[in-house]
């Protein structure tokens, strides 16, 4: 079992691939928080979802390594169900498994009893997990190699030989009537230990305790010569129904009973019977015997729970930590499947190692926008490439025509897909990013030291230094809060430095000069080419479709006049 060492459902077996965690804001900012939200009513989940998402991997396999078990998980929503039944009964036992409860007072008898139940449980749990994933639909390597693994961990724990003992061993407590227990004394009979003799199914009949046992050591012919029980012993149970004498005796004795050369010399020596002498004492004699009880097996049960300690570990250790991994792809298949009840497409991606196209999306769109309307049909499906020739995008039209909406949606793509999920798409194909970024407009207090232009620089050379040749990153309007003589002067350079390197951009802007400038500064970078995407308008009507094209308008006071209802018609109306 050691190939399978450190299993997971994240990635292959002994792949050691390099991870980049998102930026805090990229989440936000692609309209992804909404999304893990939407996934789970559980703030654990939720956290631990997003952290799946925003662990970035440029590693091909990764992502289809992950994508295919999502596949298999989609698929079979009959394995979704009872996997989360079996996953609220691992929670229930790790919460309330006393497996590694320590206590001042050493375990007995009842305890071990309550242990063969609870590792049956565990055993039972792990069977499930292996008869769910026998299902002969399953195709994807990360659960066949699961089911290996699983196989596996119950023939290395001999489960099958342990659920044989359990039955045999397992005895109810309702079962247990009696307990014979055996007392050694030294020569002046005073009792020295104690031991158990056996635990019986019937309880002992009532006699006389005192005779009894002065019949027992008066007469040399009854001292048996081994410590087995023959039968011929006899009990008093002491009980409120019928306790005056024998009670009596013992209280008169000050609740001992003893011996020294001869019987019942001194009521003061210790006391080999434990003393009953009321009522509320007497209805709780099970306490007594299990105090009892506890002192007799205190090695013997604490092996046998450490055994059974070291098998539940196996069981459902190994077995609890692929939990989260499952509950993540769970969720977002149930997710997805319900997103595509209600009409939307989503589609398998297929990540590439290399390749001349970097990213080739067909009839995408944007996953929030799909989440809040009702009528998804309405929603305008978009196609992008990313190539050599086409490794900037410099979008523009008109404002809410729909820039941001398809910005975010190119990075939806990306996040989910390399989290090996289904995308929405009718196709997408993709070599995996190393990070994403975004550099959208910051909140007022973020900029109240640089002033926002100064913020706005600071940032984007932030991000561009950490940015690769395989990165993604994603401008919102920036460098627009500025004059426009400004905002182009910084934006071009910036356009020309991110073609040098080589980085995948959509840079969504005002600027349709910066757009028009896209074959100049193709012609200047010489590695890699600008293109210019436009949101098409229709008759004056925004048409939510983007094309490669020119723009189509140069002026971007008037766009802004637009966005802040500062044009004249804008103001007329607003003032009648």
């Not at 078990?69 to 006393?98: A, H, N």
């Not at 590695?527 to 939510?544: K, N, P």
């Given at each position: 079992m050691d190939k399978h060492a450190g299993f997971s459902l994240m990635h292959p077996a002994g792949k050691d691939a390099g991870y980049r965690r998102l930026p805090e804001q990229v989440m936000h900012d692609l309209g992804l928080e909404a999304f893990c939200q939407a996934l789970s009513g559980d703030a654990k989940e939720r956290r631990m979802i997003t952290n799946v998402l925003s662990q970035i991997t440029d590693d091909a396999d990764v992502a289809l390594y992950r994508?295919?078990?999502?596949?298999?998980?989609?698929?079979?929503?009959?394995?979704?169900?009872?996997?989360?039944?079996?996953?609220?009964?691992?929670?229930?036992?790790?919460?309330?498994?006393?497996m590694h409860k320590t206590t001042d007072e050493e375990l007995g008898l009842w305890h071990l009893f309550h242990r063969l139940d609870e590792l049956d449980s565990y055993i039972k749990t792990v069977e499930t997990m292996r008869d769910c994933l026998s299902d002969e639909r399953i195709?994807?390597?990360?659960?066949?190699?699961?089911?290996?693994?699983?196989?596996?961990?119950?023939?290395?724990?001999?489960?099958?030989?342990?659920?044989?003992?359990?039955?045999?061993?397992?005895?109810?407590?309702?079962?247990?009537?009696?307990?014979?227990?055996?007392?050694?004394?030294?020569?002046?009979?005073?009792?020295?230990?104690?031991?158990?003799?056996?635990?019986?199914?019937?309880?002992?009949?009532?006699?006389?305790?005192?005779?009894?046992?002065?019949?027992?050591?008066?007469?040399?012919?009854?001292?048996?010569?081994?410590?087995?029980?023959?039968?011929?012993?006899?009990?008093?149970?002491?009980?409120?129904?019928?306790?005056?004498?024998?009670?009596?005796?013992?209280?008169?004795?000050?609740?001992?009973?003893?011996?020294?050369?001869?019987?019942?010399?001194?009521?003061?020596?210790?006391?080999?019977?434990?003393?009953?002498?009321?009522?509320?004492?007497?209805?709780?004699?099970t306490v007594y015997?299990?105090?009892?009880?506890?002192?007799?097996?205190?090695?013997?049960?604490?092996?046998?729970?450490?055994?059974?300690?070291?098998?539940?570990?196996?069981?459902?250790?190994?077995?609890?930590?692929?939990?989260?991994?499952f509950v993540y792809y769970i969720r977002c298949a149930e997710f997805i499947s319900g997103l595509m009840e209600k009409g939307c497409v989503f589609c398998e991606a297929q990540p590439i190692a290399e390749d001349a196209v970097s990213a080739e999306a067909k009839g995408f769109y944007n996953l929030k926008l799909a989440m809040t309307m009702e009528n998804v049909s309405e929603i305008v499906p978009n196609d992008l490439t990313f190539d050599q020739k086409r490794t900037v995008y410099i979008l523009t039209g008109a404002n809410r025509g729909g820039k941001t909406t398809i910005t975010q949606a190119a990075g939806q793509l990306f996040v989910l897909a390399q989290g090996g999920l289904f995308v929405?798409?009718?196709?997408?194909?993709?070599?995996?990013?190393?990070?994403?970024?975004?550099?959208?407009?910051?909140?007022?207090?973020?900029?109240?030291?640089?002033?926002?232009?100064?913020?706005?620089?600071?940032?984007?050379?932030?991000?561009?230094?950490?940015?690769?040749?395989?990165?993604?990153?994603?401008?919102?309007?920036?460098?627009?809060?500025?004059?426009?003589?400004?905002?182009?002067?910084?934006?071009r350079d910036s356009v020309k430095a991110l073609l040098n390197k080589g980085v995948r951009t959509i840079y969504n802007t005002h600027m349709h000069k910066l757009g028009?400038?896209?074959?100049?500064?193709?012609?200047?970078?010489?590695?890699?080419?600008?293109?210019?995407?436009?949101?098409?308008?229709?008759?004056?009507?925004?048409?939510?479709k983007v094309v490669a094209a020119q723009p189509e308008g140069s002026s971007y006071a008037k766009d802004i006049a637009e966005k802040y209802g500062v044009t004249y018609d804008m103001l007329i109306s607003a003032g009648s």
């Open positions: 994508q295919q078990i999502f596949g298999d998980i989609f698929r079979l929503p009959e394995l979704r169900k009872t996997m989360l039944e079996m996953f609220d009964k691992i929670q229930f036992m790790k919460d309330f498994s006393t195709s994807s390597e990360g659960l066949i190699s699961l089911r290996e693994y699983i196989g596996e961990l119950y023939d290395d724990a001999y489960f099958a030989e342990m659920k044989a003992d359990i039955a045999a061993l397992k005895i109810k407590a309702s079962d247990v009537q009696s307990v014979t227990l055996g007392v050694n004394v030294n020569e002046r009979f005073e009792a020295v230990s104690v031991g158990l003799v056996s635990v019986n199914r019937k309880p002992f009949r009532k006699s006389g305790i005192v005779s009894s046992f002065a019949d027992a050591i008066a007469s040399r012919d009854k001292l048996n010569d081994t410590s087995d029980w023959d039968g011929d012993m006899h009990y008093q149970l002491i009980d409120r129904e019928n306790n005056s004498g024998a009670r009596a005796f013992i209280e008169k004795l000050g609740g001992i009973t003893a011996v020294r050369n001869t019987p019942f010399v001194d009521g003061s020596m210790r006391s080999t019977v434990v003393n009953t002498m009321n009522d509320e004492a007497s209805a709780n004699s015997l299990d105090a009892a009880v506890n002192k007799m097996l205190g090695s013997l049960v604490k092996k046998l729970r450490d055994t059974l300690t070291k098998y539940a570990n196996t069981a459902i250790v190994n077995v609890s930590g692929l939990v989260p991994e929405p798409a009718e196709s997408f194909r993709y070599v995996p990013c190393d990070c994403i970024y975004t550099h959208f407009p910051a909140d007022e207090d973020k900029t109240m030291d640089l002033g926002r232009l100064g913020e706005e620089c600071v940032r984007f050379r932030e991000l561009f230094a950490q940015s690769t040749g395989r990165s993604l990153l994603l401008l919102n309007e920036t460098f627009s809060t500025t004059s426009f003589e400004e905002g182009y002067y910084i934006a028009a400038d896209a074959g100049e500064l193709t012609r200047e970078s010489g590695r890699a080419g600008a293109a210019s995407l436009v949101m098409r308008t229709e008759d004056g009507r925004r048409s939510f």
